[in-house]
């Protein structure tokens, strides 16, 4: 018995033992184990969580980089709107429409005493804005540097807009070969104002040419009281340019023949137009002081009552009739004198020149496309109100042109040629104009006494010089 329960205490025993070195290492190996890789699994999500900030800085910085690349572009004006409201729906809409692409512009607009120092000296520099509006005198100097931008598809592209552009300005803006260098945009026009109670007074027709100015003014003339004409001639004056020169072709005369390269200037065309300022000159129908007139003078000379016949822009009449309404009205408003080969009008034409330095070209000339549409072009010309004409055909059929007082304006379309005619719109010939080769000429017979070939000759060795200088 004792045996027994010895036997069954023994069996216990190493059953107990074997149960308890069986049981105790278990458990300690599993938790280690767990432990452990629980660790690293936290671990590596608090890592990914914490790179989650990171991504979101450098997304910011990415935006900040793109904003830098936004085009900051310039936009300079030489041009004298005369009309303050105009000025600033011009600089709307250019501000709208770089808006519209993404780009910062920078405007800027002057007189020409601020200006041309600027254009220059950026044109010497080649540093020249995106986007400039000047006058188409301009374009030589341009050329001469090499710095107009190929146009030629986005002139064709707008010449599709409100009936095409009129013939003078298209004309203006593109070279013997065919190639536009700049886009059209404002025009010019002018008729001549006469006054119709001194007529009537005399019993005299109005004058329909150039002959009839003379014997009219000789007529009508009553000096100190009054001068029967009022014609520009000072050597320095852009409107004698314009002005004698249109009366070269009235004459059948021009200053280029029609390839361009040939001086056609010594003609009895010249010597006529100039037989005609010298005699108004000699029988005293003109004051003296028109030597030295500016070209604001013979605005002035009629606005005044100076003088009775003038040929000018519609600036004149817009000054009448918000001024003067008595002497508005004894005002004919009439077609540009008319000569043996003609009625012609030397017209003048303000370009939008986007110059081959610009750093942003396709910009540019959207910009330029933008300003350009039918709804700023109709504002312009209501809101100028005859200070310029239009650049396209459908606009010069709008109501406002039938206003006595614009209507010849309108009407002066087909008769209104540029520099260079019968020729191409040449550098020469913008050159020619540009340094008022004609009416030096004028005044070297008015004021040195000169005879017309002395006058002529020199003309023409100034248009040689020009040639050679453009080559």
Not at 254 to 260: A, E, L, T
């Amino acid at each position: 018995m004792r045996t027994m329960v010895l036997s069954v205490l023994v069996v216990l025993m190493i059953t107990s033992l074997l149960l308890g070195a069986c049981a105790a290492p278990t458990p300690q190996v599993i938790e280690k184990v767990v432990t452990q890789e629980v660790a690293k699994e936290v671990v590596k999500e608090v890592v990914v969580t914490k790179e989650v900030p990171k991504e979101v800085i450098v997304t910011q910085e990415v935006k900040v980089e793109v904003e830098k690349e936004r085009p900051q572009m310039q936009f300079w004006v030489d041009h004298p709107f005369y009309v303050k409201s105009t000025e600033g729906q011009l600089k709307s809409y250019v501000l709208e429409c770089a808006q519209k692409m993404g780009a910062d512009i920078e405007y800027s607009q002057d007189t020409d005493k601020v200006m041309w120092p600027r254009i220059d000296a950026a044109i010497e520099s080649k540093k020249l804005p995106d986007v400039l509006l000047l006058n188409l005198s301009w374009l030589p100097k341009m050329q001469k540097a090499g710095l107009p931008l190929d146009v030629t598809e986005l002139v064709k592209e707008l010449n599709g807009n409100m009936g095409g552009f009129t013939q003078g300005p298209l004309a203006s803006v593109t070279t013997a070969d065919g190639q536009a260098i700049a886009v059209p945009f404002l025009a010019s026009s002018e008729m001549q104002y006469v006054r119709q109670d001194l007529l009537d007074a005399k019993g005299l027709p109005v004058p329909d040419t150039w002959e009839d100015v003379l014997k009219t003014a000789q007529a009508i003339n009553d000096p100190p009281k009054i001068w029967g004409w009022g014609p520009q001639v000072a050597a320095s004056s852009y409107d004698a340019e314009r002005h004698r020169t249109a009366m070269i072709w009235a004459y059948g005369g021009s200053i280029m023949d029609k390839d361009g390269k040939t001086i056609k200037l010594d003609s009895p065309a010249t010597r006529e137009m100039l037989r005609v300022i010298k005699e108004a000159w000699d029988t005293n129908a003109v004051p003296k002081e028109i030597l030295s007139w500016d070209d604001a003078a013979n605005n002035k000379g009629y606005q005044s009552g100076q003088v009775a016949m003038i040929e000018n822009t519609g600036s004149v009449a817009n000054w009448l009739r918000d001024n003067d309404r008595e002497l508005f009205d004894s005002t004919t408003f009439k077609a540009f004198p008319a000569g043996p080969a003609g009625r012609f009008i030397q017209g003048d034409v303000w370009v939008l020149f986007i110059p081959n330095t610009t750093e942003y070209p396709e910009q540019a000339q959207e910009l330029v496309r933008c300003i350009s549409q039918p709804k700023l072009a109709e504002e312009l010309m209501t809101q100028m109100n005859g200070f310029r004409v239009p650049v396209y055909t459908d606009l010069t059929k709008l109501a406002m042109w039938e206003n006595r007082a614009l209507k010849p304006l309108a009407d002066a379309t087909p008769n209104t040629v540029m520099p260079g005619y019968p020729g191409p719109v040449t550098t020469v010939a913008l050159e020619t104009f540009k340094q008022n080769v004609i009416a030096k000429m004028v005044s070297r017979v008015l004021s040195d006494g000169w005879d017309a070939d002395k006058a002529i000759a020199e003309a023409i060795s100034t248009i040689e010089r020009i040639q050679k200088d453009s080559q």
